[in-house]
Every structure is written in structure tokens, then in C-alpha cells.
């Protein structure tokens, strides 16, 4: 590749394993930039939600909330939110169900007081020692209320929902889209609801848009659903290994696992460092 390329990282799984960057991985960040490349994550994470020794490799940007939010050298170019009226319904209807959430922001996350509590049972089981899902990450960051109808969020996160994250998309009504859990053992009772329209793909042409970039100079790698759009939009692609066949079925290339250190693999393999 003999053109600058944005380079586009999913955090959990294809960045970092189990929360932890694979020096590798961070050396590749580095090399890339130094090559005259910009390197992004683009997380499913609110911005609240990304750890300081993460953010310490050195990035161009940041698109976070699985694209409703976007910040490059300290400038906000994006950031998505509920209309208000949307998110009254989506907090009726959440509460009337009883369900387990949290409501993301990039300043912070919110819950109901007792939310941690019903995090870490929901959480419990589901992951090997060292491993929690980015559970520690949402804590540090919980703000809890006993009125949360006065909070902005762009995310909601449900677990230990007594209906089917799908079911609740429904009843809350249009403009809302839901996205299962990544770890399937959790089963359909943990998920996001979204605003539709919203996705990784979105938050890359904002950054595409901002500095000049063509589709062709756009290179993303993924592991998850919400990196769908993401890995179609760009135009060049790699999946990691294990993905979703969906994802498979887009992508350009295959890369390792970050527990390989497969990042830094590919990054050498596609000319980019």
C-alpha cells in the first residue's frame, strides 16, 4: 500500500484480549502511524468506557459508541444521542419490564442504584479468571440515580432482561434497532438497543469526510456483529479469525486473534507498517 490509509480497530477481541493489548499489537499501532498512516479504535465502547493504558498506545482517533461518537486529535466531529422523546420511552418501557441496563455517554455511564450488583450476577460464570467482559470498566464509570430521565445517552446495554432484547426493540417502537450479545451463552435476555442509522461505518465516513480519504484508503478489522457494516464499508477488510460467518463472508482477509498477536501480522502482511 502505497497511499496513507485510516486504519480502523475493533477493541474487544480484535485489539485487545480480555481488555489487555498484546504488545504486538501496540507496536503495530505505533509502526503504522509512524509510516504516515492514521490508526483509529472504532469500539462498540463508549468513550467513559476505555481504559487509559488502552488509549496509551497512541491513537489518531477515537470512534466509539459503535458510531455515534467520533473525536480525532481532541476534536468532537460526532456525538449521537437519543431525542429526548425517544429516550423517555426507552426507560418506560425498560422499567416496566424490569430490566437490568445501564444508559452510555461518553462522560460516564448510568443506572439505577443496585444496577452493579445485577451486572456482576449477570456477568457471573460467563468468563475464565482475568476475563469479565469489560464489567470493571462499566463500574469505575457508573454514575447511579434513582431518576435517570434526565440523563443524555447514545447507548443503552440491557442484561438480565426478563423479555427478549428484541422483544423490548419492538415495543419501544421505531428508530430503535437490537444488537444480541457477542457471548452467546448469555442468550437473548443481554444486548443493546440502538438508535438506527447508527454503526461503525457511519463514524468511519465522518472521519473519511473530515480529512480527504476515499473509500480505497479505508481499512477496518473486526470480530463482532456491530462491525458488520464496518468491515463492508471499508476497502479493505479483515476479519479475525472466528468471527461470525457473516463477517467472514465480507471480509477481504483473515487475521489471528490478539491473544497471537494477529494485528501486527496483518499490518505487515497488507504493507502497513
Known sequence: MTQRHAIFLDFDGTYADRGIAPA????????ARAAGNM???????????????????????????????????????????FPADLAATVLRVLDAHDVGYILAAPEAVHGLPGVDERLRAAFAGH??????????????????????????????????????????????????????????????????????????????????????????????????????EMLEHAGVSVAIEGSPPELLAVAHHVAAGPEEEGLAAAFAALGLT
Open 39 to 81: 490508526v483509529l479504535l472504532c469500539t462498540g465502547r463508549p468513550m467513559s468506557m476505555l481504559p487509559d493504558h488502552i488509549l496509551a498506545a497512541g491513537f489518531d482517533g477515537i470512534v466509539a459508541a459503535a458510531g455515534g461518537y467520533v473525536e480525532v486529535d481532541g476534536e468532537v466531529l460526532l456525538d449521537t444521542r
Open 24 to 31: 504486538g499489537h501496540v507496536e503495530a499501532v505505533r509502526a
Open 127 to 228: 468468563f475464565t479468571p482475568g476475563q469479565d467482559g469489560g464489567l470493571a470498566d462499566i463500574i469505575a464509570n457508573l454514575r447511579t440515580s434513582e431518576d435517570l430521565s434526565g440523563v443524555s445517552f447514545g447507548q443503552v446495554t440491557l442484561f438480565d432482561s426478563p423479555v427478549p432484547v428484541t422483544a423490548l426493540a419492538e415495543e419501544i417502537g421505531d428508530g430503535v434497532g437490537a444488537l444480541p450479545s457477542s457471548v452467546q451463552a448469555m442468550g437473548d435476555s443481554v444486548g443493546e438497543i440502538y438508535l438506527l442509522g447508527v454503526h461503525k461505518a457511519g463514524g468511519m465516513e465522518v472521519v473519511a469526510e473530515r480529512f480527504g480519504l476515499e473509500r480505497q484508503q479505508l481499512v477496518a478489522f473486526g470480530d463482532g456483529l456491530n462491525d458488520l
